[in-house]
């Protein structure tokens, strides 16, 4: 699901999760938003960011803050990483597994291009930088082997999975993403390393990104085994 800027310290910043009664305080705040304009939305989007990282009931989505970033985790709190401590795993179904530091996949060809994010419930943020290395090129290094079917991308939260087939995981714009806006992906966007698909909405761009395993199947990620679509399409 989508993510957004680092939202500093407020409400629920130790990690916990927002509770029911606060989100739903906050639609009436967003019924107010309707009424008086964008700069009370704009005022609604930075009260909430800081609620809306630890909102696993997507409840706030509901409010209605314009094209700007929400922000989701199923899990809560999730412990950040950083250069000395990140790695991502290529493995599976694969002649060559790799494991990559942060310095490793910068080191690569990096693909730069600007896109729309777009989330399932029906918000959007036109116009975001994205800079990363495509998903294609580390299928590539890790030669999938003839029994590979799909990937499955998982975070480090702990909990987050979702799937692709390898045909769609190697189109031209699934990258592992390292940067957006000109600047490092933050923790709250996902970093240090995330993925983002163009085509697809955004719960199937893994966020907090720790594995690529290569599969013999297609079986349903974390949001695909709760009814979200399999394909995950925009559009579709």
């Given amino acids: 699901m989508g993510a957004g800027p680092d939202p500093g310290p407020g409400p629920g910043s130790d990690g916990a999760p927002v509770g029911r009664r606060v989100v739903l305080g906050l639609l009436g705040l967003g019924a107010l938003g309707v009424v008086t304009g964008a700069s009370v939305q704009d005022g609604l989007s930075k009260l909430l960011a800081p609620v809306q990282l630890r909102d696993p009931t997507g409840l706030t989505s509901l409010v209605p803050l314009g094209n700007t970033w929400r922000y989701y985790s199923v899990t809560g709190a999730v412990e950040p990483r950083d250069a000395t401590t990140y790695s991502l795993k290529v493995a599976g179904l ?4 790799t494991t990559y530091r942060l310095r490793d996949l910068e080191a690569l060809p990096q693909l730069s291009f600007t896109d729309t994010f777009h989330c399932v419930t029906g918000w959007h943020v036109p116009d975001v930088p994205w800079t990363g290395v495509r998903l294609s090129d580390l299928l590539d290094r890790a030669a999938p082997t003839s029994k590979a079917v799909g ?8 909990t987050y999975s979702v ?32 993925i983002y698909s163009g085509s697809m909405y955004g719960y199937k761009s893994t966020k907090w990104l720790s594995e690529i395993e290569v599969t013999d199947n297609n079986d349903p990620g974390y949001w695909e085994a709760r009814g979200y679509p399999l394909d995950g399409f925009i559009g579709e």
């Fill in 151 to 158: 990937v499955r991308f998982h975070s480090f939260d702990g």
């Fill in 94 to 97: 694969v002649d060559h597994p």
């Fill in 163 to 194: 799937n692709m087939t390898l045909d769609q995981a190697r189109a031209d714009d699934v990258v592992v993403a390292l940067g957006m806006y000109g600047k490092p992906v933050t923790h709250d966007h996902g970093g240090p390393v995330r």
